[in-house]
């Protein structure tokens, strides 16, 4: 039983931190992030449904899900934030274009997928396909997410940390003048963030599919508690935020143990506590970086 | 009289309303528009005037609903106890929700304030034993007066009445020296601190009046139909009440109103296109930001600016030979600014050493020294910007370690800031009468209601006002923008905002950097009248000519040490110092040069 609740808390803590990895490449980079974010997950969960129940195989269901969203990512740049950062804008604007361009995104999906809750066809093998492991029942779908996103992590990471690409991102996070003044492109910078945020949200969207249903509002809740991982993460570290969704997740699948009524109140509990007591994080000062709040 | 008029024209026009279209249903509408616009009225407080974002405010809209009808449904509380008690609860929950949020990141603001609207959401739906889930509440009691139903008109009156008094008494607020106080924390929190505002009080404050407001509307909806469910406050509330006040106008006093209105109506007219609602709200939200970002209200406004009559301006000639400041009635000799081992580092790096400081009363201090000496972390180390590692800093005797940029400020330690901090939303008069702020001592009530105290604050500021913007040659252009004026005039509003806090200590980080020769001079002459006046002054520069010719008193820093401290001429041939300035072997030329 525990076992099987860690399984499933670190399986949509993995989902957590995928979204929130994409709150915190945009902070980092433009110190904006996208409100919308759990719709465009929700965007990419149905675009999935589609091509899946028109027999498109999985892997490429992926890749289209991943070229859909990072147009997607790219128009939310060009159109949400780039028009308002300039100056005669309120300093919050942003915020309130990118929770428009998700409100708009969850009215295309019920014109187009309708406002009922929908069932995903399973990725690999069964919806209920239970895997034995060390005499201990696991869910193939939620396995699959586990795998799925460490690899995503473990690529992020590497990006991040070890390719030009990484390096010019860090730059523009630190100082974007003299990024722009060492030939970086800011606003191609600034694009790339939210093409890669949008992705991961793409990417958890086809992933959550198997392991819940489908409607037009999933999304909310997804954001929530992606905003949660990267608080508990303090959104200054890529590996402080995994650990952080993992944490709330296995928080929330154990307070659900707890009382069903009110298990989707605890994480926001623990939110309060970390603002509270560690407002810059769980793992403020493991690793040097900009201050975020700039 | 004006306002008169137009407040009994307001009166009329709620009077006429109800008659336009006699009916039931668009009385309800009537009423539905002014409860929503006492609720966006507060949240134009928030995000239009204080710069703090609210993504739920559907959460305390729901929290004041919940407690009217539970009290006056299931206790049998009396209305005129409920409603203060929904206008308290909501307010409570604002004050619990925004204290932990507001010290951190304003983001981390926006995140809490949708977490709340969830949370009320979700508590609404499941806590079935309170709230009654999606069944809702029934039988709340319609507002009645002397055992009579006021009746859906009646209602309307009260609520619209109410509506009505809230927007005078915020047009009051804003419009006083409490408004332009909110307006500086949002334009720039280091210098509001830097004048005595504790800004986070007023950020918690600003949240309070909104989420009050919030649970005023609410427990009107509650009261409207006698019943509520949990239905009416999830996020699409949140989004319609926030769309509102864009479309209406940002920042605008009658944004509110407007916004909420047109957003109705046009809910109304589409009613058949119920299923198309989150695109409208979308678009508005998009196409209002960027391509009208001041909303309807606000380009009414402009246009009214363009047609009208630009003020005459400059009102009547400035009093002859104004003191710059009122002398602080110090007295002129001690020690004005005390600091001891002083020591900070970032890192690695020791940005200040165990440097000693001790500034007379009455004198100017410089403190020079070469790029990266530690001269601005010294400023902000002892404004309370920065945190010392170790070390003291005391005013008059009274130490000051550990205390917020605020106190410190409330002490007299005013200083003024390299990168200029200028409030931009504010005019040039007014970035100078906030200046005023630490001798202000009327409360937010006081403001609301123009009551003697805060009307005697307001004159007293703007006669300090007016008086320091004569002596700094800056009444030509009292009511322009600080982005519309010329540098030298920037440099002067900064130091004419902390002159208004009556300084006993002025801390000047590069008065004169950037400026020509003249103007330099014309700031030489103007601090040499305020230190005749008892204000200690420190301050750093790079110009030594002025240095040298204002200071009696010069302390040399070079990578965080104190390597000299002396009158001008002793610094000047210090051999330390000009090996510090030049390198050592002209350093040693000049010493012999100078000593020849």
Not at chain 1, 36 to 60: E, I, N, T, W, Y
Request: net charge positive; glycine share 12%; with cysteine.
């Amino acid at each position: 039983m525990i076992v099987q609740v860690l399984v499933s808390g670190i399986a949509v803590g993995g989902i957590y931190v995928l979204v929130a990895q994409g709150f915190y490449i945009t902070w980092r980079t433009s110190v904006t992030l996208n409100f919308g974010q759990g719709d465009f997950l929700m965007f990419g969960a149905f675009v999935a449904l589609s091509f899946l129940r028109a027999g498109v195989p999985v892997v490429l269901t992926a890749a289209l899900v991943v070229v859909c969203l990072a147009v997607l990512g790219a128009v939310l740049e060009r159109v949400a934030i780039r028009p308002v950062m300039t100056a005669g804008h309120a300093a919050l604007t942003w915020a309130f274009t990118t929770l428009g361009v998700g409100v708009i995104i969850q009215n295309a999906a019920i014109s187009i997928w309708g406002n009922s809750s929908q069932n995903f066809p399973p990725l690999f093998g069964g919806k209920l396909e239970l895997l034995r492991i060390g005499g201990v029942g696991v869910y193939a779908a939620e396995l699959a997410i586990i795998v799925l996103s460490t690899v995503i992590m473990l690529v992020y990471l590497w990006v991040l940390r070890r390719t030009l690409f990484g390096k010019a991102l860090a730059a523009v996070a630190f100082s974007s003048d003299t990024a722009a003044l060492f030939g970086i492109n800011v606003r191609r910078m600034h694009m790339l963030a939210y093409v890669i945020a949008s992705v991961l949200a793409g990417i958890c969207g086809l992933l959550v599919g198997p392991i819940s249903v489908v409607h037009p509002f999933i999304g909310l809740n997804f954001a929530l508690k992606g905003m949660a991982a990267a608080i508990l993460g303090g959104f200054a570290s890529p590996l402080g935020i995994w650990v952080g969704g993992l944490l709330l997740g296995v928080i929330e699948l154990t307070s659900n143990l707890v009382s069903s009524q009110f298990g989707d109140l605890y994480p926001f509990l623990v939110i309060v506590l970390v603002l509270i007591f560690r407002p810059s994080g769980l793992f403020a000062g493991r690793e040097a970086g900009v201050d975020p709040a700039r | 009289m004006v306002r008169l008029v137009r407040v009994a024209v307001a009166v009329a026009v709620i009077a006429v309303l109800p008659y336009v279209f006699p009916t039931a249903y668009f009385t309800h509408l009537l009423t539905t528009i002014a409860y929503s616009t006492i609720v966006v009225l507060g949240l134009n407080v928030l995000i239009g005037f204080s710069g703090q974002i609210s993504l739920g405010h559907a959460g305390f809209y729901g929290v004041g609903a919940y407690t009217t009808a539970l009290l006056s449904a299931q206790h049998g509380w009396s209305l005129w106890l409920t409603f203060p008690a929904a206008i308290v609860v909501a307010a409570a929950a604002g004050f619990v929700l925004a204290l932990p949020a507001i010290r951190t990141k304003g983001l981390y603001l926006a995140v809490m304030t949708i977490a709340f609207g969830f949370v009320v959401e979700i508590l609404s739906q499941r806590w079935v034993e309170l709230t009654g889930g999606t069944m809702g509440v029934y039988g709340i009691p319609a507002l009645s007066w002397l055992g009579t139903p006021v009746g859906g008109v009646g209602y309307f009156y009260v609520v619209a009445v109410v509506a009505l008094a809230l927007q005078l008494l915020l047009n009051t607020l804003v419009g006083s020296l409490w408004g332009r106080t909110l307006t500086a924390v949002k334009d720039s929190e280091q210098a509001a601190e830097a004048v005595g505002i504790d800004v986070l009080r007023w950020k918690v404050l600003a949240f309070v009046v909104s989420a009050g407001c919030a649970g005023l509307g609410g427990a009107f909806f509650a009261h409207q139909n006698g019943y509520i469910n949990s239905d009416a406050f999830t996020f699409s509330t949140s989004l319609f009440l926030l769309v509102a006040l864009i479309v209406g106008g940002l920042g605008n006093r009658y944004g509110p109103v407007v916004g909420v209105t047109v957003l109705t109506l046009l809910n109304q007219l589409s009613a058949q296109l119920y299923e198309y609602r989150f695109y409208t709200l979308g678009v508005l939200l998009l196409g209002v930001l960027i391509f009208m970002p001041f909303g309807i209200a606000g380009g009414v406004t402009a246009l009214a600016r363009r047609l009208g009559r630009r003020p005459a301006p400059g009102s009547g000639s400035p009093p002859a030979a104004p003191a710059v400041v009122t002398a602080a009635g110090a007295a002129r000799d001690g020690i004005a600014l005390s600091v001891r081992g002083l020591m900070k580092h970032f890192g690695g790096v020791v940005a200040v050493d165990g440097v000693d400081v001790e500034v007379a009363m009455g004198t100017i201090h410089a403190l020079i020294g070469p790029n990266g000496a530690g001269k601005t972390t010294f400023i902000n180390l002892v404004s309370g910007r920065l945190v010392p590692d170790r070390g003291h800093v005391a005013c008059a005797g009274i130490a000051l370690d550990g205390t917020r940029p605020f106190r410190r400020a409330r002490r007299g330690v005013i200083r003024t800031f390299q990168n200029l901090q200028l409030f931009s939303d504010l005019t040039v008069a007014e970035n100078v009468s906030v200046g005023a702020h630490r001798h202000v001592r009327a409360t937010t009530l006081e403001f609301a209601f123009g009551l003697p105290r805060a009307r005697r604050a307001e004159a007293e500021a703007r006669r300090r006002t007016a008086a320091l913007l004569a002596a700094l040659g800056l009444a030509g252009i009292a009511d322009r923008r600080p982005d519309e004026i010329a540098y030298g005039h920037r440099k002067l509003v900064e130091l004419g905002r902390a002159l208004a806090a009556e300084p006993a200590v002025l801390l000047l980080d590069e008065p004169v950097a950037g400026l020509n020769a003249t103007e330099a001079d014309r700031i030489r002459e103007l601090l040499a009248r305020i230190r005749a006046q008892g204000v200690t002054i420190l301050l750093i520069e790079h110009n030594m000519d002025f240095v040298m010719k204002i200071s009696e008193r010069v302390t040399v820093l070079n990578f965080g040490q104190k390597i000299a401290d002396g009158t001008p001429e002793t610094v000047q041939r210090d051999p330390v110092v000009l090996e510090a300035y030049l390198g050592r072997r002209h350093g040693a030329t000049a010493a012999v040069t100078t000593r020849a």
